[in-house]
């Protein structure tokens, strides 16, 4: 994970960008998801970005 101008994305070992920098806020991925907010609202998005759950919570917990 990696911020920057208070956003935050992901970037893979080369330093390229895998998902791009458009969070408000994140989570490092634990069991192929990480938890990504946007807009206020948190979901869970793969490796690829999809966005798989989307949450009307507003903060996540981490197990």
């Known amino acids: 994970m990696v911020a920057k101008k208070g956003k935050c994305g992901f970037i893979d070992t080369t330093g390229s ?3 791009p920098l ?3 806020n994140a ?3 634990n069991e192929g ?3 990504v907010k946007k807009n206020g609202k948190w979901g869970f ?3 690829s970005g ?3 759950v ?3 919570k507003e903060t996540v917990q981490q197990q």
């Open 17 to 19: 960008t895998v998902i």
């Open 22 to 24: 458009e969070y408000d």
């Open 27 to 29: 989570r490092s991925f």
């Open 33 to 35: 998801l990480a938890a």
């Open 45 to 47: 998005i793969d490796k």
């Open 50 to 52: 999809n966005m798989l």
């Open 54 to 56: 989307l949450s009307a």
